[in-house]
């Protein structure tokens, strides 16, 4: 509802905006957030309005009361309330970033061992949708699963082969770990090679990396 009144109000400035945000639309897609740039502005742009009218009758009085001088209590409180949504602008249009962010710790956090179920169950001889199927039934790395079941979507709803659902999912996925194990899939699957053999050296250098960091958060632990 809120979105549908922003865009009547601020599409066209908007869309005039979309330039100056180049990489907005990418990080909406790998956010999962389901806006346009377009759209996004246009809220975050709401946004910011609706806090210059809650603000600057609010700082006016504070200021008011504070100084006593009507013109500089006017003055300061335009500074500020004009400060303040724009503070509010930017900050709302960043909100894509730390969900990227989040997104990418929690599915790297639990890679290593995503990545040793995923190369057990592709050892079985199932085709590489079966694998993913039951990887997303049974898995209980959330994030990863996630990740997972936007490819079977892509697959059995938007009837796309592996090589194309395996495609939108390096260009959509926060991670870049996981976009490198879905990249080296891809090429894997492309040359005809040996997937489980692939997935299990990555598992393999995932979980050397893993303990590595264990140890030195362990190590730093003793320090202190």
């Given at each position: 509802?809120?979105?549908?009144?922003a865009?009547r109000?601020?599409?066209?400035?908007?869309?005039n905006?979309?330039?100056?945000?180049?990489?907005l639309?990418?990080?909406?897609k790998?956010?999962d957030?389901?806006?346009?740039?377009q759209e996004?502005?246009?809220?975050?742009?709401?946004?910011?309005?609706?806090?210059?009218l809650?603000?600057l009758p609010?700082?006016?009085l504070?200021?008011?009361?504070?100084?006593g001088n009507?013109?500089?209590?006017?003055?300061?409180?335009?500074t500020?309330?004009?400060?303040?949504?724009?503070a509010v602008?930017?900050?709302?249009?960043?909100y894509p970033?730390?969900i990227?962010?989040?997104k990418?710790?929690?599915?790297?956090?639990?890679?290593?061992f995503?990545?040793?179920?995923l190369?057990?169950?592709?050892?079985?001889?199932l085709p590489?949708?079966?694998?993913f199927?039951m990887?997303a039934?049974?898995?209980?790395?959330?994030a990863?699963?996630n990740?997972?079941?936007k490819?079977?979507n892509?697959?059995?709803?938007?009837?796309?082969?592996i090589?194309?659902a395996l495609e939108r999912?390096?260009?959509?996925?926060?991670?870049?770990?996981?976009?490198?194990?879905?990249?080296?899939?891809?090429?894997?699957?492309?040359?005809g090679?040996?997937?489980?053999?692939?997935?299990?050296?990555?598992?393999?250098e995932y979980m050397?990396?893993?303990?590595?960091?264990?140890?030195?958060f362990?190590?730093s632990?003793?320090?202190?």
């Amino acid at each position: 509802m809120i979105s549908k009144y922003a865009f009547r109000l601020f599409g066209d400035v908007a869309k005039n905006l979309e330039s100056y945000f180049p990489e907005l639309k990418e990080e909406l897609k790998k956010a999962d957030l389901k806006f346009s740039a377009q759209e996004y502005i246009a809220n975050a742009l709401f946004v910011s309005f609706l806090s210059f009218l809650v603000c600057l009758p609010f700082l006016a009085l504070s200021f008011s009361i504070a100084s006593g001088n009507f013109l500089l209590a006017y003055t300061s409180s335009i500074t500020v309330a004009i400060i303040l949504p724009l503070a509010v602008f930017f900050i709302y249009l960043n909100y894509p970033k730390s969900i990227i962010k989040d997104k990418e710790k929690k599915i790297d956090q639990y890679l290593p061992f995503s990545t040793l179920y995923l190369s057990s169950i592709i050892s079985s001889g199932l085709p590489v949708q079966k694998a993913f199927k039951m990887f997303a039934e049974f898995s209980g790395h959330e994030a990863v699963v996630n990740e997972i079941k936007k490819i079977i979507n892509d697959m059995e709803f938007f009837g796309l082969d592996i090589v194309t659902a395996l495609e939108r999912a390096i260009a959509r996925t926060p991670s870049r770990k996981f976009r490198e194990l879905l990249y080296g899939m891809l090429a894997t699957i492309r040359a005809g090679g040996n997937l489980h053999v692939f997935v299990k050296e990555r598992s393999s250098e995932y979980m050397i990396e893993y303990k590595r960091r264990l140890s030195e958060f362990s190590h730093s632990m003793t320090i202190y």
